[in-house]
Protein backbone atom coordinates (compact mmCIF):
# COMPACT_ATOMS: atom_id res chain seq x y z
CA UNK A 1 0.00 0.00 0.00
CA UNK A 2 2.65 2.05 0.78
CA UNK A 3 4.47 2.27 -2.57
CA UNK A 4 1.06 2.87 -4.57
CA UNK A 5 0.68 6.12 -2.52
CA UNK A 6 3.74 7.23 -2.83
CA UNK A 7 3.76 6.22 -7.13
CA UNK A 8 0.45 8.96 -6.94
CA UNK A 9 1.87 11.36 -4.92
CA UNK A 10 4.76 11.45 -7.42
CA UNK A 11 2.62 12.05 -10.36
CA UNK A 12 0.21 14.99 -8.55
CA UNK A 13 3.61 16.66 -8.00
CA UNK A 14 4.62 16.34 -11.73
CA UNK A 15 1.51 17.72 -13.26
CA UNK A 16 1.74 20.89 -11.92
CA UNK A 17 5.34 21.41 -12.88
CA UNK A 18 4.59 20.68 -16.56
CA UNK A 19 1.36 23.04 -16.73
CA UNK A 20 4.18 25.46 -15.33
CA UNK A 21 7.05 24.79 -18.15
CA UNK A 22 4.30 24.01 -20.84
CA UNK A 23 2.71 28.23 -20.06
CA UNK A 24 6.38 29.40 -19.99
CA UNK A 25 7.11 27.90 -23.17
CA UNK A 26 3.51 29.82 -24.52
CA UNK A 27 4.59 32.82 -23.26
CA UNK A 28 7.73 32.98 -24.64
CA UNK A 29 6.63 31.78 -27.88
CA UNK A 30 3.84 34.75 -27.79
CA UNK A 31 6.86 37.17 -27.06
CA UNK A 32 9.02 36.26 -29.60
CA UNK A 33 6.43 36.99 -31.91
CA UNK A 34 5.49 39.94 -30.59
CA UNK A 35 9.02 41.27 -30.77
CA UNK A 36 9.34 40.10 -35.01
CA UNK A 37 6.53 42.02 -35.59
CA UNK A 38 6.96 45.34 -33.81
CA UNK A 39 10.75 45.88 -34.58
CA UNK A 40 11.92 43.66 -37.00
CA UNK A 41 11.16 43.41 -40.68
CA UNK A 42 11.52 40.34 -42.96
CA UNK A 43 14.13 41.15 -45.77
CA UNK A 44 11.87 42.50 -49.10
CA UNK A 45 11.74 39.73 -51.51
CA UNK A 46 10.19 39.65 -54.80
CA UNK A 47 7.65 42.35 -55.82
CA UNK A 48 8.17 44.08 -52.50
CA UNK A 49 12.07 44.14 -53.29
CA UNK A 50 11.20 45.77 -56.75
CA UNK A 51 8.93 48.41 -55.08
CA UNK A 52 11.77 49.47 -52.94
CA UNK A 53 13.98 49.93 -56.06
CA UNK A 54 11.60 51.88 -58.14
CA UNK A 55 10.90 54.33 -55.40
CA UNK A 56 14.46 55.62 -56.12
CA UNK A 57 15.02 58.08 -59.18
CA UNK A 58 17.29 57.96 -62.38
CA UNK A 59 18.88 60.16 -64.69
CA UNK A 60 15.66 59.80 -67.17
CA UNK A 61 13.45 61.00 -63.87
CA UNK A 62 15.85 64.32 -63.94
CA UNK A 63 15.45 65.03 -67.34
CA UNK A 64 11.55 64.79 -67.10
CA UNK A 65 10.98 67.10 -64.48
CA UNK A 66 13.93 69.75 -65.97
CA UNK A 67 12.29 69.86 -69.43
CA UNK A 68 8.75 69.41 -68.35
CA UNK A 69 8.56 72.66 -66.24
CA UNK A 70 9.64 74.88 -68.85
CA UNK A 71 7.33 73.19 -71.36
CA UNK A 72 4.62 73.58 -68.70
CA UNK A 73 5.24 77.13 -68.33
CA UNK A 74 5.00 77.80 -71.30
CA UNK A 75 1.51 76.43 -71.53
CA UNK A 76 0.48 78.83 -69.02
CA UNK A 77 1.84 81.25 -70.61
CA UNK A 78 -0.79 80.49 -73.42
CA UNK A 79 -2.98 79.83 -71.43
CA UNK A 80 -2.96 83.21 -69.87
CA UNK A 81 -3.53 85.28 -72.69
CA UNK A 82 -6.86 83.61 -73.38
CA UNK A 83 -8.50 85.52 -70.41
CA UNK A 84 -8.63 88.60 -72.22
CA UNK A 85 -7.89 87.77 -75.92
CA UNK A 86 -10.25 84.49 -76.83
CA UNK A 87 -14.26 84.37 -78.02
CA UNK A 88 -15.25 81.29 -77.24
CA UNK A 89 -16.17 80.42 -73.98
CA UNK A 90 -15.24 76.50 -74.82
CA UNK A 91 -11.32 78.31 -75.10
CA UNK A 92 -11.44 80.13 -72.18
CA UNK A 93 -12.84 77.37 -69.90
CA UNK A 94 -9.80 74.90 -71.31
CA UNK A 95 -6.94 77.41 -70.58
CA UNK A 96 -8.36 77.77 -67.10
CA UNK A 97 -8.40 73.95 -66.56
CA UNK A 98 -5.04 73.82 -68.13
CA UNK A 99 -3.48 76.61 -65.71
CA UNK A 100 -5.29 74.66 -62.76
CA UNK A 101 -3.71 71.59 -63.42
CA UNK A 102 -0.18 72.71 -64.64
CA UNK A 103 0.83 74.92 -62.04
CA UNK A 104 0.76 72.26 -59.30
CA UNK A 105 2.72 69.85 -61.63
CA UNK A 106 5.50 72.59 -61.90
CA UNK A 107 5.54 72.99 -57.95
CA UNK A 108 5.63 68.91 -57.26
CA UNK A 109 8.55 68.79 -60.04
CA UNK A 110 10.40 71.75 -58.88
CA UNK A 111 10.09 70.01 -55.17
CA UNK A 112 11.50 66.87 -56.97
CA UNK A 113 14.53 68.24 -58.37
CA UNK A 114 15.49 70.17 -55.43
CA UNK A 115 15.48 67.13 -53.37
CA UNK A 116 17.87 65.21 -55.38
CA UNK A 117 19.96 68.04 -55.25
CA UNK A 118 19.48 69.42 -58.90
CA UNK A 119 18.75 72.76 -60.84
CA UNK A 120 15.42 73.53 -60.95
CA UNK A 121 14.85 75.64 -64.11
CA UNK A 122 14.70 79.51 -64.09
CA UNK A 123 11.55 80.98 -63.74
CA UNK A 124 10.58 82.43 -67.00
CA UNK A 125 7.83 82.50 -69.69
CA UNK A 126 9.53 79.29 -71.33
CA UNK A 127 11.61 77.83 -69.09
CA UNK A 128 14.37 78.83 -72.05
CA UNK A 129 16.22 81.47 -71.01
CA UNK A 130 17.60 80.35 -68.01
CA UNK A 131 19.40 77.46 -70.25
CA UNK A 132 23.09 78.12 -70.86
CA UNK A 133 23.23 78.29 -74.69
CA UNK A 134 19.63 77.79 -75.81
CA UNK A 135 18.48 78.50 -79.31
CA UNK A 136 14.90 79.91 -78.42
CA UNK A 137 13.56 78.98 -81.37
CA UNK A 138 14.48 75.33 -81.56
CA UNK A 139 13.83 73.74 -78.12
CA UNK A 140 15.11 70.13 -77.68
CA UNK A 141 11.33 69.68 -75.87
CA UNK A 142 8.85 68.54 -78.49
CA UNK A 143 5.85 70.39 -78.77
CA UNK A 144 7.46 74.00 -77.28
CA UNK A 145 6.58 76.97 -79.40
CA UNK A 146 9.53 79.46 -80.94
CA UNK A 147 9.61 82.88 -79.53
CA UNK A 148 8.30 84.02 -82.77
CA UNK A 149 4.89 81.41 -82.56
CA UNK A 150 4.37 83.06 -79.07
CA UNK A 151 4.78 86.98 -80.05
CA UNK A 152 2.16 85.99 -83.09
CA UNK A 153 -0.46 84.71 -80.55
CA UNK A 154 -0.08 87.54 -78.04
CA UNK A 155 -0.86 89.78 -81.49
CA UNK A 156 -4.32 88.14 -82.19
CA UNK A 157 -7.80 88.47 -80.56
CA UNK A 158 -10.97 87.18 -80.76
CA UNK A 159 -11.25 84.12 -83.54
CA UNK A 160 -7.96 84.65 -84.84
CA UNK A 161 -7.24 83.94 -81.63
CA UNK A 162 -8.71 81.40 -80.88
CA UNK A 163 -8.00 79.20 -84.11
CA UNK A 164 -4.12 79.83 -83.72
CA UNK A 165 -4.61 78.96 -79.68
CA UNK A 166 -6.56 75.35 -80.35
CA UNK A 167 -3.36 74.43 -83.20
CA UNK A 168 -0.45 75.64 -81.53
CA UNK A 169 -1.59 73.94 -77.98
CA UNK A 170 -2.37 70.43 -79.74
CA UNK A 171 1.09 70.80 -81.29
CA UNK A 172 1.87 71.39 -77.40
CA UNK A 173 0.52 68.53 -75.84
CA UNK A 174 1.62 66.11 -78.23
CA UNK A 175 4.99 67.03 -77.19
CA UNK A 176 4.09 66.66 -73.82
CA UNK A 177 2.35 63.56 -74.14
CA UNK A 178 5.91 62.07 -75.98
CA UNK A 179 7.57 63.30 -73.26
CA UNK A 180 5.43 61.76 -71.05
CA UNK A 181 5.63 58.50 -72.87
CA UNK A 182 9.43 58.54 -72.43
CA UNK A 183 9.01 59.30 -68.59
CA UNK A 184 6.79 56.07 -68.39
CA UNK A 185 9.09 53.70 -70.40
CA UNK A 186 12.31 54.73 -69.20
CA UNK A 187 11.76 56.54 -65.24
CA UNK A 188 12.25 54.55 -62.32
CA UNK A 189 10.99 57.51 -59.71
CA UNK A 190 7.00 56.08 -59.24
CA UNK A 191 5.38 59.44 -58.21
CA UNK A 192 7.47 60.99 -61.43
CA UNK A 193 5.80 58.15 -63.38
CA UNK A 194 2.36 58.64 -62.18
CA UNK A 195 2.27 62.30 -63.34
CA UNK A 196 3.94 61.17 -66.46
CA UNK A 197 0.74 58.37 -66.86
CA UNK A 198 -1.91 61.70 -65.51
CA UNK A 199 -0.64 63.55 -68.44
CA UNK A 200 -0.72 61.01 -71.10
CA UNK A 201 -4.44 60.70 -70.00
CA UNK A 202 -5.64 64.45 -69.44
CA UNK A 203 -3.53 65.57 -72.11
CA UNK A 204 -4.98 63.06 -74.92
CA UNK A 205 -7.99 63.78 -73.82
CA UNK A 206 -7.66 67.97 -74.59
CA UNK A 207 -5.95 66.77 -77.77
CA UNK A 208 -9.26 65.49 -78.97
CA UNK A 209 -11.34 67.83 -77.04
CA UNK A 210 -9.55 70.68 -79.30
CA UNK A 211 -10.19 69.21 -82.23
CA UNK A 212 -13.42 69.09 -82.19
CA UNK A 213 -13.45 72.70 -80.97
CA UNK A 214 -11.60 73.55 -84.62
CA UNK A 215 -14.21 71.64 -86.25
CA UNK A 216 -16.97 73.64 -85.07
Known sequence: MTPRRTRTRTRTRIRPAAASALAAALASALLAGCGAGADSAPPATGASAASTVRRSHNAQDVT?????????????????L??????????????ARIEKAQKPEIDTMSGWLGG????????????????????????????MMSDAAMGELRNLTGDAFDGAFLKMMIGHHEGAVAMAKTERAKGAYGPA??????VITAQSAEITEMNALLRT
Open 82 to 95: ASSRAKSPQVKSLA
Open 116 to 143: WGERVPDDSATGMEGMPGMDHSASPMPG
Open 193 to 198: RTMAAS
Open 64 to 80: FAREMIPHHRQALAMAA
